[in-house]
């Protein structure tokens, strides 16, 4: 109950002269930035002059989780579904990776300076609050969904061939969460993890004290997964109290654990929280630390 007032009550700091966004439409729609001289640069946010890709969209209707939902689908500039270097990349949280988070024309700039391969991104929304709090944890259902519904219905909206190797799951949070819990369910499927402040902290419920790092202990006792990971997170998101692993330590040791199996990771940390100003940098982090050029 505190942390919903706090929420509903913050605002940015009227003293603050880097208000993000830079235009909303009051206070409370916005946050305080302290950008230090030594922050990692964000460059493809900037107004590049190159070509732009194209937004589409389709409704799809899942038996799996027996709802419904619109799928925005992002073909880069001069799209070819022939090209066997284009790289598929699922998003979640579609509406913040769309606006807070402008990711097409991030994919725009870096795809026109050749920072990477073609990119066709599909990005998939929520129908709401409590069907994300429900779907992206640790759902067997959910990833189903992915590869056996959402996928096949891309590859014919796209006319793209099924590449594993080179097909990535991205989110942050719990869409970080389930881009490897999707990824380790589905792997002849999605070959790759973007993995941004991944709420690895989580466990289902029943799950022993000893086992609370559920993707953790997982992969500590499975064979190692023919995947790809590249995993972030905040110097600012530790642990509430003492003792606690929050999602700095989950992130730390699931990092660990990917290297102790032979899985190939990429780790990165910033001096930042939990929050989209930091991972509308770090998505293009983590693409290039996928498949950059």
């Known amino acids: 109950d505190r942390r919903i007032a706090i929420l509903a009550t913050a605002k940015a700091d009227p003293l603050n002269r880097h208000p993000w966004p830079a235009e909303a439409i009051d206070a409370y729609r916005q946050e305080s930035v302290l950008e230090l001289a030594d922050a990692p640069e964000q460059p493809w946010l900037t107004d590049h002059d190159n070509r732009r890709g194209s937004l589409s969209s389709f409704d799809i209707e899942s038996r799996t989780l027996g709802n419904r ?45 050749k920072a990477i391969p073609p990119v066709v991104a599909v990005f998939i929304p929520n129908p709401d609050r409590e069907t994300r709090a429900r779907e992206l944890p640790g759902n067997d259902d959910f990833g189903d969904f992915m590869a056996g519904e959402l996928l096949p219905r891309v590859l014919e909206e796209t006319g793209m061939a099924a590449r594993p190797a080179r097909t990535i799951l991205a989110g942050s949070s719990y869409g970080g969460l389930a881009a490897a819990t999707v990824a380790l369910r589905h792997p002849e499927s999605f070959g790759n993890v973007l993995s941004l402040s991944g709420s690895f902290w989580w466990s289902p419920p029943g799950t022993p004290r000893d086992r609370q790092e559920y993707v953790a202990a997982t992969l500590a006792e499975a064979t190692a997964p023919n995947l790809r990971f590249f995993l972030s997170a905040g110097l600012f998101e530790s642990g509430p109290h003492q003792g606690t692993a929050g999602i700095l330590e989950t992130n730390r ?3 660990d654990i990917l290297v102790a199996k032979g899985v190939p990771v990429s780790y990165r940390e910033y001096a930042g929280g939990h929050d989209y100003l930091v991972w509308r940098g770090a998505i293009s982090d983590g693409l290039i630390a996928l498949f950059g050029r």
């Open 69 to 113: 939902r619109t799928i925005s689908l992002y073909r880069p500039a001069g799209f070819d579904p022939a090209d066997p270097d284009t790289l598929l990349l699922f998003v979640f949280d579609a509406s913040e990776y769309m606006s807070k988070v402008p990711l097409p024309a991030i994919l725009d700039a870096m795809i026109a300076a």
């Open 253 to 255: 040791h699931l990092r």
